[in-house]
């Protein structure tokens, strides 16, 4: 009986280990759909690369069987480290395999951006890869994502780490105290609760996705990548984007909504909050992201008048209207660090008379999406905290006495939070200026370099055929230039602050 109530063999396995048995098994998928459309040398590339990745986790897993995990929490958090750095080397054995007109280096760089969902791509224009090899660029963001939806809760959460170092930390599905206590001393049996709960929550919000855009008329390929690719806000499309879309403006609207569960963890889960009231309407993360998503295209739109251009057009309601939601649409998916451009974002563009709007949609992208989530960027809770305690900040200058008082929603900042915010701002900005540096350095054009940068530490790849005067193409970049952005792409997704905790000792003692 005492036996029974332990994870099972399997559980008890290295997260690293596991996450090439489930890569090992998805592989079976592109497998299957090969040989759907009668593509065999892809169908068997990704067979065999499968077959062999089950039998050595098979191997491995007998002989760690009787072996118990040494270093719990931290020993979680340095695997996912190692899966987003060495993991993608086991997912471009097939797709290096099938596509035979590119090097080793480039299918490792196309499985990093794919796998920490920074959806950028080597492979322009998109004709250049079948089918199967979309479905599976597409299939490793999505599982990529689904890593960090289950490792902030099970990984992230505990160690105060990704956001969750300025607010109260929670976990899904919250466990009675007693279980709480056995789950402390079993990282293992925290991790495997986390992903029973929340695995079925998004392959189910995928699949509501993907049915939505398959009503309102896209193919069923297209309509799966575009689903994965929203879901985990990876930008991924095997038609070069939704303006080349079939599915027109439903499909965008139902897109739309589904980022929304990007700007926080509680439009899904009420995980994050230990105190105060969970309810989304006072989510501080959730209201903000709703004033940027609405104040950016309104800027925009008044700008017609504001700027005068083309005073004349003002009368064409129709094409305002469109132009709005381009600008609202784009707006929501820079800020999620998805990257999808709407098919009226050419029109926003006119209306307004912007015709550069880089620096907007890298704003955005600097800013990201809500903590635990599979957004990048600096993270919105953390914005807001520092806009808070600018606010603070004015008021003690007028009464220097005064004694501030956080209620509601606001009970879920620390008292220490703005502080800790502050760091990671500027951990972020040094990391920005590190990784331009080191491109110029490597013979990238400054303004490149800094598009880059922003682009991979933000996750947000099509933010470099979007914001740049001419389109950047990554396949003409040295292999230096393409291992620093590969590496820019694991610190934005990890962030800055959880390589430094394995960096530190004390961390490993607690």
Partial sequence: ??????????????????????????????????????????????????VLGMFFFTLVAIILSARQPRHGTMGQLLALLAAFTILPAYLAVPFHDALKTTSFLNAYFEMVSAFTTTGATLFDPPERLNATLHLWRAQVGWM??????????????????????ITARGEPGRPERAQIAVERADPQKRLARIAWTLVPIYAGLTAVLWVALLIAGDGALV??????????????????????????????????????????????????????????DRDPEFRAGLLLVFLVPLLLFLRHWLGAFEIAAG??????????????????????????????????????????????????????????TTAGGVKLLRVY??????????????????????????????????????????LFALSIAAVTVIL???????????????????????????????????????????????????????????????????????
């Fill in 315 to 372: 009368e064409d309601l129709g094409q305002g209207l469109r132009a709005f939601w381009g600008g609202l649409f784009t707006t929501l998916s820079f800020l999620t660090t998805t990257g999808f451009v709407s098919a009226e974002w050419d029109t926003a563009q006119d209306w307004s008379g912007l015709g550069t709007p880089g620096l907007i949609l890298m704003g955005l992208a600097l800013i990201g999406g809500g903590v635990a």
């Fill in 223 to 280: 309509a799966l990548c575009h689903a994965m690719s929203i879901m985990a806000t990876s930008g991924i499309s095997p038609v070069g984007g939704i303006e080349q879309d079939v599915a027109g403006l439903p499909g965008e609207a139902v897109m739309f909504l589904f980022m929304l569960f990007a700007l926080s963890r509680l439009t899904f889960s009420g995980d994050t909050v230990t105190a105060g009231d969970a309810r989304l």
């Fill in 1 to 50: 009986m005492g036996r029974a109530a332990k994870p099972g063999a399997i559980a008890r396995q290295p997260l690293l280990l596991l996450l090439i048995g489930a890569c090992a098994v998805s592989m079976l998928v592109p497998a299957a759909h090969a040989v759907v459309r009668d593509d065999h040398p892809t169908s068997q590339s990704f067979f065999y690369a499968g």
């Fill in 440 to 510: 110029a350095a490597l013979g990238v054009s400054f303004e490149d370099a800094i598009l880059l940068s922003v682009a991979s530490l933000s996750t947000t790849g099509p933010l470099i055929g979007v914001a740049a005067d001419e389109p950047i193409r990554l396949i003409e970049l040295g292999t230096p230039a393409k291992l620093v952005l590969a590496a820019a792409m694991v610190l934005g997704r990890l962030e800055t602050l959880a390589i430094i905790a394995l960096l530190s000792a004390d961390f490993w003692r607690r």
């Fill in 385 to 426: 905290v520092l806009y808070r305690n600018g606010l603070r900040e004015m008021e003690r200058l007028m009464h220097p006495s005064s004694v501030g008082l956080e209620t509601g929603g606001h009970r879920r900042i620390k008292r220490d939070g703005a502080f800790i915010a502050w760091i990671f701002f500027m």
């Fill in 144 to 165: 990529g994502g689904l890593l960090m939806w289950v490792a902030a809760s099970a990984i992230l959460a505990p160690l105060s780490l990704g956001g969750f170092e």
